[in-house]
């Protein structure tokens, strides 16, 4: 996940992201009902394969998001998490929080038999992660006795719904305010921190029926990619191996992820995500022409909406740099892919080794890490000016930036963690 400018790391800023929305859909679960007769016996299940494509800057550590797949011919799971990137300020890898909550999810799913779950799954991996970090989540199961998707989602990650072609479904995006999704955290013990939990979680029971196809992907796809473009891949691929459902959705998911890739490189491009910026953008210029116009009527507003018009030009362009998970999905009658489910298990069977040795050896260097800090002699000022906390206190935030700058230390976050840093470093 690209760091966030708006939302600090809630488990080191101290962040209370109550109240939660008022969406008239918060706490409630969706019920979608598929057109079309749904197959006459219960041997529908998930075919399923992931794409991931980390972050240009973040490739040797495999990024920060995380997923699994689980091939089952009762149904089938699989899920994705996106790594909050605010915490690599603080030297804290966020897609270790990530991969550990999917692999506890994973095991999850596969403990609950016939009674799925995703909620569970994900509060399950919320409660195991006793890391420093915080991640998003959407979990999907498919009851192939009752040919039903049941999902949760926490944050902006999601899945879509594609049938007969046609994007049917698209879960909504669970965000505090822009660019600040509901996350998944460890509190650390401290009483002062609130995260999002699973019971903040969109729940889903969707009816689907044999050639449905679904796509959960972190904010990586979403943000640089319209839902018509990925209707369209996705419709080209599984024509272009329309006798082999398996390579369609390999190729799909591969061509989606270096699209969104292409996109997110392009400065010039009006991306999903540059016209959120911009929509967000005006919502607030308009907010201060409303204001203005409160504080000195008729003229102040016509003064407010002149400036803002001026200040609208140019909007916001290009693509947004991030991890992109894919994980594609397409609804399969269990005896007539039988070879491809075969291969598809071995495949998230290996994927899921990979992240989990990914897992243990990143931990194993940021135990080590932690331990040459402890080591390590504390830093001491490079000027020989000493402050006291009244005075540190007193300071405006561009001052303490600048001591933080000569210091080789953060210098974002807010002003009260501005201070807290000058404070340990001066000792106070």
Known sequence: MNTRTLCSPPALATLNLRPKSTSPFRFQSRQVVARGRASVYADLCFLTYAKNRP???????????????????????????????????YNIDPGLYARN??????????????????????????ASTELPGACTACVLQLDGEKNTLLAANVGDSGFRIIRNGKMVFTSPSLQHYFDCPYQLCWDGQDADIQSDTADDADLFHIELKEGDLIVAASDGLFDNVYPEDIEEVINAQMENFAGNQLQGIQAAATALSGLASEHAADEFYDSPYAKEC??????????????????????GGLVGGVANLMQQEPCVLGGKQDDITIVLAVVVDKRRESAALTEAAKQAAEDLSEIRTRLETALKVQEAQAQAQKEKPKKTPVSGTSFTR??????????????????????????????????????L
């Not at 800057?57 to 149904?75: H, L, T, Y």
């Not at 999810?105 to 799954?121: I, R, V």
């Not at 080789?408 to 009260?416: H, N």
């Open 55 to 89: 972050h240009p800057e973040k490739v040797s550590r495999g990024g920060e998001d995380a997923w699994f797949v689980r091939i089952d011919p009762s149904g089938g799971a699989f899920g994705v998490a996106d790594g909050v990137g605010g915490y690599e300020e």
């Open 101 to 126: 909550l999917m692999l506890v999810a994973e095991q999850t799913t596969a403990a609950q038999g016939q009674e799925l779950d995703p909620q569970a799954a994900i509060a399950a991996g919320h």
């Open 278 to 299: 911009t929509a967000d953008e005006e919502e607030l210029l308009k907010a201060q022409t409303d204001t203005m116009a409160k504080k000195a009527g008729a003229f």
């Open 390 to 427: 009244e005075e540190i206190e007193g300071m405006d935030k561009k001052l303490l930036q600048n001591i933080l700058k000569q210091n080789d230390l953060p210098t974002s976050g807010k002003l009260d963690k501005l201070k807290e840093r000058v404070m340990e470093l001066y000792s």
